[in-house]
C-alpha cells in the first residue's frame, strides 16, 4: 500500500531548527518529485518547497527561502525539510506530498505534522 509517513514535527522557539522527515512506500519513489506544503487553519494550503526526481533541483516559495532546505534520499525512499531560523509565522500543520514525472496533480500525501513555533 502506498504511504507517505512524516515526523520530525514540534514546538520550537523563534529562531530554532527543526527538520521533518517523509518516508515513502509502496511505490517507486526514484519516479517522483516530492513537495512540502503547510496550512494553517482557516487559510489554504500554501506550496513550500519541491524537489525533482532527476537531477535533483530544488524550488522554495519566498516565505522560506533562505531558511528552508529540502533534500531526499532515494536509498531510504525519504525526503527531508530542514528549517532553519524559525518565525511564529512559520506555525502550521506541513504536508509531504509526491508528483508522479509528467504529471500535473499530486498523487499522493502525508497524514501532516504540527510545527508551532512560540516563545
Known amino acids: 500500500q502506498v504511504q507517505l509517513v512524516q515526523s520530525g514535527g514540534g514546538l520550537v522557539q523563534p529562531g530554532g531548527s527543526l527538520r521533518l522527515s517523509c518516508a515513502a512506500s509502496g511505490f517507486t519513489f526514484s519516479s517522483y518529485a516530492m513537495e512540502w506544503y503547510r496550512q494553517s487553519p482557516g487559510k489554504e494550503r500554501e506550496y513550500v518547497a519541491f524537489?525533482?526526481?532527476?537531477?535533483?533541483?530544488?524550488n522554495y516559495a519566498a516565505a522560506v527561502k533562505g531558511r528552508f532546505t529540502i533534500s531526499r534520499d532515494n536509498a531510504a525512499n525519504t525526503v527531508y525539510l530542514q528549517m532553519n531560523n524559525l518565525k511564529s509565522e512559520d506555525t502550521a500543520v506541513y504536508y509531504c506530498s509526491a508528483r508522479r514525472i509528467g504529471s500535473t496533480v499530486i498523487d499522493y500525501w502525508g497524514q501532516g505534522t504540527q510545527v508551532t513555533v512560540s516563545s
Open positions: 524537489i525533482t526526481a532527476a537531477p535533483f533541483i530544488t
